[in-house]
């Protein structure tokens, strides 16, 4: 589960990010579809992390939740620095309270994902023996 998880997530970010760049999917005035503030460094972000969680996919288990992981908490402090500071967050990526809400969203899923889902890599237990062998 936490593997497909993983495939839309890196679909849905690196399409997002791209169509960041898109004139008429993004308007003069930088909102990507109507409601979420961007700029092209909260597009190649959108990017990068779309791509990662495609490797992750591709990969082992341990990377998917280590990808969920790691990106639940940095969705988490993104999410955190933009309601405290307002935009751009650090100086660095323009959002808006839409993107807020969305990051806290992706940040929910992914800590979840990362922490609360059963591994893929974990040995099923019902064909193991309670009884030690002596």
């Known amino acids: 589960m936490a593997k497909k998880l993983a495939l839309a997530v890196g679909v849905v970010l690196t399409a997002v ?3 960041g760049f898109v004139p008429g999917v993004t308007s003069a005035d ?3 579809l109507g409601i979420f503030e961007v700029d092209t460094m909260h597009n190649i972000v959108h990017i990068l ?4 969680a495609l490797v992750a996919a591709m990969g082992s288990g341990a990377y998917v939740g280590l990808y969920f992981k790691v990106f ?3 969705y988490a402090l993104v999410a955190a620095l933009g309601l405290a ?3 751009p967050i650090l100086g660095l990526i323009s959002a808006n309270m839409a993107d807020h809400v969305l990051h806290i969203a992706l940040a929910a899923v ?5 922490f609360g889902m059963k591994s893929e890599s974990a040995p099923a237990m019902g064909g193991m023996s309670s009884n030690p062998v002596m």
Do not use: Q
């Open 85 to 87: 500071m307002g935009s």
């Open 72 to 74: 639940g908490v940095v």
């Open 30 to 32: 930088g909102l990507l």
């Open 49 to 52: 992390t779309g791509v990662l």
């Open 17 to 19: 990010g791209v169509l």
């Open 110 to 114: 992914f800590l979840y994902a990362g």
